[in-house]
């Protein structure tokens, strides 16, 4: 016991948990991109559409912290062209996705029917955030702050491990509030409402990664 419990000390530093916890709380409960899509999309489409968006955010998020674990997040850091590569695209495709739900609020005033675009909440999910770098960027400056004495890669692992697992649970949160409130707030002024919000919030995240 006395060896594994001096394995575990050396792998781990865990008395560095309870800050980073705090500071994780803090980053996690500040609104952005994945709560806004978590929102719309569990409103309007229910559920298991926003259990999918969910699952989509999280494993892009998590490609992005192996990438920095394994060493490739810094390779990639000090390339700045990649990086600004990816927000391009990043701003490029929130831009789309702010472009598709002001066109269905244009279609809705005119009394037309809304047209469906890019409904694969999975995929919005995934492709929102592997494009953007701020995870990457964040993880670097973020994540190193907290390895304390415990060997680097190991307790990067579970530090990225505890961010993940309680930003998935915050936003389920999210996901199960919003589809029990849909059927309350499936009125044309909330939808309408709803949707000029976010695609506002996508417009101005696509305009933030390239400024």
Known sequence: MAQI?????????????????????????????DAFLLLRTSLRSGTRAG???????HTAAAVQVALVISGLGVV??????VLIALRWIGAGYLLYLAVSITRGLLRRSGGEPEEVV???PFRQGFLTNITNPKMILFSLAFLPQFIGSGEPAPQLAMLAALF??????????????ASRVAGR??????????????????????VGLVV
């Not at 990639?76 to 062209?81: I, T, V």
């Not at 930003?167 to 949160?173: G, P, Q, R, Y």
């Not at 707030?185 to 696509?206: E, N």
């Open 76 to 81: 990639l850091a000090q390339y700045p062209m």
């Open 51 to 57: 259990l999918l968006a969910l699952g989509g955010i």
């Open 185 to 206: 707030l499936k009125r044309p002024g909330v939808t309408t409402a709803l949707d000029a919000v976010c695609a506002a919030v996508f417009l101005t995240m696509s």
């Open 5 to 33: 419990t001096g394995v575990c000390t050396v792998l781990f530093d865990f008395g560095q948990v309870p800050a980073f916890l705090i500071a994780c709380a803090v980053v996690i409960v500040t609104p952005g991109v």
């Open 118 to 120: 890019g409904d694969r």
């Open 164 to 177: 993940l697992g309680l930003a998935a649970v915050w936003e389920l949160m999210i996901v199960l509030a």
